[in-house]
């Protein structure tokens, strides 16, 4: 990557207002750096990317609903995620743990072992933290550190581009959305929740193969991550409705095609991949794809001159997606 | 640094044993790690180095205390205090906030400008983050990245090395005793704690002049820290006890001598520099230093064989020097 970018424009929401304000005025990046806030990853010269993530217990995970393990390993995943959103190669791990020294030490062993989990299956290793003591709910912060020499952005979407995403989508939010109501999720959406892959290879082999435009993970949602590519694009992302992959846990756990759309399209966490290329260049890469991970990798889309996200129904008819994705900050008027 | 570090002994305490059962048995370091965990950083092939601070409210900052913004600074300030502690140069720092919407969003603008602060004062910014919703308190997360091409680590003091530190300690430990006992501490104090100034430049004059063997800087307190600096470079260090820099503000506040050298020894969050240098390489700079920064700088003891931390007193007497610094996690003998 030899040009230099500069923030990357974030979609709505109330969550990205706040985070607007907090960044302020742009101001120029200062040395050293190559892709400052807004993307999945910060750049730095060299090739060296970097990305954090918060998890507090309560929010992003409930004792009652995974083990002490399990809310380490996702999100240890998590953060690799964010390592995948660039196509960069993971080199490593930085831990912080805050929690209650009453729930101490075992629930912090737990924690580390979740997250280590997560780095092993990806040949790396937690290589730094920090460890306080909170008086309140459990906090993680995992820093991923990876390395690409071509680290691909969101920003590169281009109109008349295809957009593809891998695997099957609204497996974690169903599995959310089953926990609220009171009920145990089957095991292959808890699975999906508890532990997701992040798709690090997979974007690797995509970048080694075709220039991909534009890159994202779907962390907050289709609905949301299509937004922040549009927005970081300058393009308006059109999604087929007829052809989003729907997790076939949703499938058979919701009657309702509304309710299976609704969690495809906003469901959180999903950590699959969101991909901008030129028209038809990924097509005759599909199979082999597919063959070499067992993943599937389906074309939802296409991106158009405008703003925002659409989806376009199956006779047609276009509609603007209002902003979906777990929202930590709604805006004023949304309360 | 050409040698490849691997794990870097911890000083004793609860926490530091608690750290030791999380990190496991010692693995090999994966691919492009140079330094893992136990220093005040990670160390990257290429001289990248890295360090994850997590601060919580209540625990490591108070609403009553100080300002949103001065903790933002404080916790800013605190990282970067880790690279200067590697003799790096810093880059740009990542900031994770995990907040009460009922604060939002005034506080988390004060907590990033605060942070932003720390930032320009080193000439450096923001360059990612994450921001995520907490039910309880108001939890910070700052990773600083920075580079070096020699990046000094902990690990290297050795037996006849004099012992250094920067400025005058005890001024911010002896704030926080101040409030807990519900005073308000006077200025001079105070400013220690909300405006500490990381070492940076300092630690980068002195290793252009001579080989640093080992450096740490001060947070968890001079006994604690020279704890650290001493089982990392599988030696023990004597502390001087007529040499320790006292802050002023310490001497005037508090009558009683012990009292005194307790907080400058216990006091944690001075962030001033202990450096461990081969012996008398360093007293033909010290007025250079100290006309260049306006800033003391101290021969307070030496490295001999052995292990752990000694103070001799004024009259020759050795006493082994209990742990200390602030102890998030006591050992069970500690209750």
Same mark, same amino acid.
């Given at each position: 990557m ?38 999945d ?43 995948a959103a660039m196509a960069a ?59 690409s020499?071509a680290p691909v952005s969101r920003a590169g979407t281009e109109?008349?581009d295809d957009l593809w995403?891998t ?32 798709r690090?290879?997979e974007a690797a082999w995509l970048a080694e193969r075709i220039p991909l435009n534009g890159l994202i993970d ?11 590519l549009? &927005?970081?694009g +300058?393009?308006?992302?059109? /999604? %087929? ?6 997790? $076939?846990?949703?499938? *058979? !756990? ?19 991949l969101l991909l901008s290329v030129a028209?038809?260049t990924l097509?005759?890469w599909?199979?082999?794809f ?7 990798l389906?074309?939802?889309?296409? &991106?158009?001159? +405008?703003?925002?996200?659409? /989806? %376009? ?6 509609? $603007?997606?209002?902003? *979906? !994705? ?10």
């Open positions: 030899t040009e230099r970018f500069h923030r990357i424009p974030l979609g709505p929401g109330g969550e990205f207002d706040l985070i607007r304000r907090l960044l302020g005025p742009e101001e120029a990046l200062s040395k050293g750096i190559v892709l400052g806030p807004g993307d990853c910060t750049v730095l010269e060299g090739g060296m990317v970097v990305s954090t993530d918060m998890a507090v217990e309560g929010i992003h995970f409930r004792e009652d609903w995974v083990t002490w393990a399990e809310a380490g390993f996702r999100v240890g995943a998590a953060a690799l995620s964010d390592l190669e993971p080199m490593g791990i930085l831990l912080a743990l805050a929690l209650d020294p009453s729930k101490t030490p075992e629930s912090a062993v737990r924690v580390q072992e979740g997250v280590s989990d997560a780095c092993r299956r990806e040949g790396i290793q937690i290589i730094g933290g920090d460890l306080v003591r909170s008086p309140g709910p459990t906090v993680l912060n995992v820093v991923a550190l990876g390395r020499d109109v008349g995403v695997g099957e989508l609204g497996g974690s939010g169903a599995a959310v959305e089953l926990w609220g109501r009171g009920e145990s999720p089957p095991p292959e959406l808890r699975e999906r929740f508890v532990r997701p892959r992040p690090i290879r779907l962390s907050d949602g289709l609905a949301g991550d299509a937004g922040h549009a &927005a970081a +300058g393009v308006a992302l059109v /999604l %087929e409705e007829g052809s989003i992959p729907i997790h $076939p846990g949703v499938k *058979s !756990g919701w009657d309702a095609p509304f309710d299976q759309l609704r969690l495809a399209l906003e469901g959180g966490e999903d950590f699959e028209a038809r097509d005759v599909v199979h082999s597919q063959d070499s991970f067992g993943l599937c389906t074309k939802v889309g296409r &991106a158009v001159e +405008g703003e925002g996200v659409y /989806l %376009e129904g199956l006779e047609g008819e276009m509609r $603007p997606l209002e902003m *979906s !994705g777990f929202n930590h900050f709604p805006g004023e008027d949304e309360g």
